[in-house]
């Protein structure tokens, strides 16, 4: 089992662009860093891993930060739970930029993915949890 967590804002994949003058897709400099920042934080933590090839589970969950200008009363219900994040990054752009920065790095292929959980939640300090879990064949 690895579990990590990515600080700092929360960023979603951006869909490729095209570059007009010639005509090629790229994908934004702002998703490769965050992916490049995911693989990271991931190798801190865990240095001397090996790629599996089992099948896993990846448990995501994104924690965004609570605007200043909430009331005392809102911001505790959003840290107990009782409001969740309703606002961009979509969730399933959270889902494709954390699977994609380890897909061929954590794992040799993301078909290898069997199990996902992903969830929003408000706190403090922005931030990013991965867990991923080796499942028994």
């Known amino acids: ?4 967590e990515i600080p700092g804002e929360i960023v979603g994949k951006a869909r490729p662009r095209m570059n007009t003058r010639t005509g090629k897709a790229y994908t934004p400099t ?3 860093t965050y992916e490049y ?30 605007p200043k200008s909430m009331s005392n009363k809102k911001r505790e219900k959003m840290l107990n739970n009782e409001i969740r994040p309703m606002k961009k990054p ?4 959270i889902t ?8 061929k790095f954590v794992y040799k292929d993301d078909t290898q ?25």
């Open 1 to 4: 089992m690895f579990e990590f």
């Open 30 to 32: 702002k998703t490769k």
């Open 37 to 66: 920042l995911i693989r990271q934080w991931f190798l801190y933590n865990y240095p001397d891993f090996e790629m599996t090839l089992s099948s896993v589970k990846i448990t995501i969950i994104a924690y965004f930060n609570i």
């Open 90 to 93: 979509d969730i399933d752009n």
């Open 96 to 103: 494709k930029i954390v699977l994609d920065a380890l897909n």
């Open 113 to 137: 993915v069997i199990e996902l959980e992903v969830k929003k939640y408000y706190a403090d300090l922005p931030k990013v949890y991965v867990k991923i879990e080796e499942l028994e064949e």
